[in-house]
């Protein structure tokens, strides 16, 4: 048992309880009880190995509900050509790129993004895997560099059309192969989704064959839905129905699916998320940079939809996200009282945690005895007064760059702004030879 203490703890629970000078016990990756210090008695002192936090913050481990590890060895690449919207952003870069990674570029690229998340205070990642001449076991492969960096995953891989059937069925093959080995290791650090890439790259054979996989499996999905107009045109033009609703009939919807993105949806699509369960993750800058648009995150949270951060690998960096997707809902809404302190609690800490209770087995997202031993420790020395109730305008604000310590299932995997778990210089250092190799395989 490890007994942190002189903390002070924002919990981010319902109540909103805060200890300013407070321990955390953990014991077998779980939070075994948190309390204010004065009340620790010598013999649980005694008991415990002790680690003085000299008057860190202490709060939960970030999720991010939508990541592609892959797409960090796109960092700095050029383009030669210039892009002018989000289909030749799909066929002209991101279609050509994935189809040249290798199973060892895969390997290093989730490195890249492991070491960025964690240092940055993500713990638990749900990645969406593409890499069509890289897919028979390469969420193995993903599965391997989340253990040895010390996270927590949920693993997918991106089932399409856009190869062809062979490329297809190996997709549904990995999806098939690793929820199965996830279900049967009942292991909280890694779990399992059914990827598919977006319904205008999913044929209607396609999709009736993994929502029978899925339903056969009992598994939730994780497929992109509405993220730019043309998924939602393409969708009426062949199927005469928005693609949220395509999605319902086919099943695909439910309280462990992660529908990524939900930009260009109305009423009637968020009565659908908020019916089923379905989490919607929200990933602004992605957005943003791609121009498609700003999802309605805060009418959804209204309507009871489980919206939830996201960073579509665009970050890794969720505090620096978090701060940026509360102040773009105010400018969509054109009203700067939108997204409450509640609201924001919800959507950063309580539904992505709860979607990890479905998932891995153990609540994330709060700090509460019982839930994940998930711990990021921020050195910040407030120049403004911090409380309960203002807290998460500091959150949003400052704590970026400010992470020292991570803890994952009760191990520390980040001290003193490092990784313990892996020789991160070697690491970087071959993920700079392997990105190369691939923007050079792309010329
Ligand atoms: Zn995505």
Redesign the pocket.
């Given at each position: 048992m490890k007994i942190y203490k002189n903390l002070r703890i924002f919990t981010m629970d319902k109540e909103g309880k805060v200890y300013d000078n407070g321990y955390i016990k953990v014991s077998k990756g779980k939070i075994l009880a948190i309390g204010n210090c004065d009340d620790l008695t010598c013999q649980e002192l005694e008991a415990g190995e002790c680690v003085d936090c000299k008057n860190k913050i202490a709060v939960p481990g970030m999720i991010t509900t939508?990541?592609?590890f892959y797409g960090t060895f796109a960092r700095g690449m050029q383009l030669s050509q210039s892009i002018c919207n989000w289909q030749q952003m799909l066929t002209h870069m991101w279609w050509k790129f994935d189809k040249k990674l290798t199973f060892d570029q895969c390997y290093y690229s989730a490195m890249l993004g492991l070491i960025d998340g964690l240092k940055s205070g993500t713990t638990t990642f749900f990645d969406?895997q593409a890499s069509p001449n890289a897919t028979d076991g390469v969420l193995d492969i993903l599965e391997k560099a989340v253990r040895q960096a010390g996270a927590r995953a949920c693993l997918s891989y991106e089932v399409s059309d856009r190869d062809g059937t062979e490329h297809r069925d190996s997709g549904i093959r990995e999806n098939e192969r690793f929820i199965k080995k996830t279900q049967n290791a009942e292991d909280p650090q890694i779990s399992a989704l059914f990827g598919m890439h977006a319904g205008y790259s999913l044929s209607r054979e396609t999709l009736e064959q993994c929502a029978q996989t899925g339903k056969e499996l009992d598994c939730g999905f994780h497929v992109?839905i509405a993220?730019s107009e043309a998924d939602v045109a393409e969708s009426y033009r062949l199927y005469d129905m928005h693609v949220m609703e395509r999605m319902y009939k086919a099943g695909i919807l439910g309280e462990q699916t992660i529908a990524?993105?939900c930009v260009h949806l109305g009423s009637e699509q968020w009565e659908l998320l908020q019916k089923t369960g379905t989490t919607a993750a929200y990933?602004v800058q992605?957005n943003t940079n791609n121009a498609v648009g700003i999802c309605p995150a805060v009418s959804m949270l209204d309507h009871g939809v489980n919206v939830a951060l996201?960073g579509?690998?665009y970050t890794y960096d969720l505090y620096q996200e978090l701060g940026f997707g509360v102040i773009m809902q105010r400018i969509r809404e054109k009203d700067p009282r939108v997204f409450s302190g509640e609201q924001i609690r919800r959507f950063a800490f309580e539904n992505p945690g709860n979607l990890g209770k479905r998932l891995f087995g153990v609540q994330l997202g709060m700090l509460e005895p019982g839930a994940a031993a998930d711990i990021v420790l921020v050195d910040y020395q407030e120049p403004t007064p911090i409380t309960g109730s203002n807290f998460l305008s500091h959150m949003t604000s400052a704590f970026s760059g400010k992470v020292t310590d991570v803890i994952v299932n009760g191990k520390t995997v980040v001290r003193d702004r490092h990784c313990t778990q892996i020789d991160e210089e070697k690491i970087l250092a071959e993920c700079k030879v392997q990105a190369d190799q691939l923007w050079k395989s792309l010329d």
């Open positions: 939508h990541a592609h969406h992109h993220e990524a993105h990933n992605s996201g579509d690998g």
